[in-house]
């Protein structure tokens, strides 16, 4: 074989060679941003609702169990609003993913908190903030909030 037709096979190897590495599919795993099990950062839930079951004014809403931490002590939470604070994922992914379990969510966080959560009575507005993780039902709380109803003022006399 001549030295021409050499170097000129050889280039085609050296070039074959490099196209298949540039177009061979990444070594790399992909990892689905939103629920690839990577390490994406947990949801920042935020659940607006009260305690106890619904009322017959209120046609929708869920009704979740609230476990507190690993305890016997369940909680029931009618839930009229919840957001996804940090990402793009909708409520109803999540609220789907623990429909099946009882407790839905078990919640972890400080005494005081957990203790105001037991004290709410039905009338009060409960606003639950906390991050869970991709898969899991534990809650940690970062903020709880058990406000009473609001009353109507009375309009003011002429």
Do not use: C
């Amino acid at each position: 074989m001549p030295a021409a037709e050499r170097r000129r096979s050889h280039r085609l190897f050296v070039l074959a060679s490099l196209l298949a590495v540039l177009t061979a599919p990444s070594a790399r795993a992909e990892v689905d941003v939103y629920r690839g099990g990577g390490l994406e950062p947990p949801d920042l839930l935020e659940m607006t609702g009260h305690v106890g079951k619904p009322t017959a004014e209120e046609p929708g809403g869920w009704n979740l169990t609230l476990g507190v931490r690993y305890t016997p002590q369940v909680i029931r939470f009618h839930l009229w609003r919840m957001r996804i604070l940090n990402n793009g994922i909708l409520p109803d992914q999540v609220l789907f993913a623990v429909e099946p379990y009882d407790p839905n969510f078990y919640l972890f966080g400080s005494s005081e908190q957990l203790a105001a959560l037991a004290a709410a009575t039905p009338t009060d507005v409960v606003i639950i903030t906390g991050y869970r993780r991709v898969g899991s039902r534990v809650v940690m709380l970062t903020a709880l909030s058990v406000t009473p109803p609001t009353t109507p003022s009375p309009s003011p006399v002429p």
